[in-house]
């Protein structure tokens, strides 16, 4: 079964940046798509940002333009760089593969993130 452990998050001021890290263990990473979701309290979790086995990304419309997901095979690692941001991407932070069914998945621990003053 895979292993997913997120790193990297904190308490950062509105306009800042983290980059955040998910080591993913106990599958063939290199040949699945990963991707990064958030929930905040109240909230579904969703979808962020995604990266296919080929490096293809998307993201959701409420980051693009500000988040970047890339991946390292070699250190079956993906990672979210997060620029400017705001109070409303405050939220628990997940990677897991993608596409996946997010109610049957398998979740890690998340990291924090919390935009504030």
């Known amino acids: 079964q895979v292993q997913l452990v997120e790193s990297g998050g904190g308490l950062v001021q509105p306009g800042g940046s983290l980059r955040l890290s998910c080591a993913a263990s106990g599958s063939a990473f290199s040949g699945n798509g990963m991707g990064w979701y958030r929930q905040a309290p109240g909230k579904e979790r969703e979808l962020v940002a995604g990266?296919?086995?080929?490096?293809?990304?998307n993201y959701a419309d409420s980051v693009k333009g500000r988040f970047t997901i890339s991946r390292d095979n070699a250190k079956n690692t993906v990672y979210l760089q997060m620029n400017s941001l705001k109070p409303e991407d405050t939220a628990v932070y997940y990677c897991?593969?993608?596409?996946?069914?997010?109610?049957?998945?398998?979740w890690g621990q998340g990291t924090q993130v919390t935009v504030s003053f």
């Open positions: 990266i296919s086995s080929g490096g293809i990304t």
């Open positions: 897991n593969k993608a596409p996946i069914i997010v109610r049957r998945a398998y």
